[in-house]
Nanobody, 124 residues
Framework: VQLQASGGGLVQAGDSLRLSCAAS????????MGWFRQAPGKEREFVVA?????????YYADSVGGRFTISRDNAMNAVDLQMNSLKPEDTALYYC?????????????????WGQGTQVTVSS
């Protein structure tokens, strides 16, 4: 599986941004999908995930719950991350991630595939 993330940019605090991750292959629905981020000088951290299949379950880091929403479109081989009420502390390089037959709550580790990062910068 190859993952291509896009949609990052420079925004102001309180603004919204939508990230997208396009996946290759015809088995996209078999993969749990997620987003991680890495801020300068910090380790990469889990942000949000959606389960494989229809995406019936999602799981969010406490820091983004209520502000971020993940969704998937299996017909388009894509997963999106809608980010609202952005804060300066959301500034990071955001990575798309995939793991086969993974439920959302189990996506925090053991990732099989990573996309390249897309930069999100939130100014105060």
């Amino acid at each position: 599986v190859q993952l291509q993330a896009s949609g990052g940019g420079l925004v102001q605090a309180g603004d919204s941004l939508r990230l997208s991750c396009a996946a290759s292959g015809r088995t996209f629905s078999m993969y749990g999908m997620g987003w991680f981020r890495q801020a300068p000088g910090k380790e990469r951290e889990f942000v949000v995930a959606i389960s494989w299949g229809t995406g019936s379950s999602t799981y969010y880091a406490d820091s983004v719950g209520g502000r971020f929403t993940i969704s998937r479109d299996n017909a388009m081989n894509a997963v999106d991350l809608q980010m609202n009420s952005l804060k300066p502390e959301d500034t990071a390089l955001y990575y798309c991630a995939a793991a086969k037959y993974r439920a959302a709550q189990n996506m925090q580790s053991g990732i099989e595939y990573w996309g390249q990062g897309t930069q999100v910068t939130v100014s105060s």
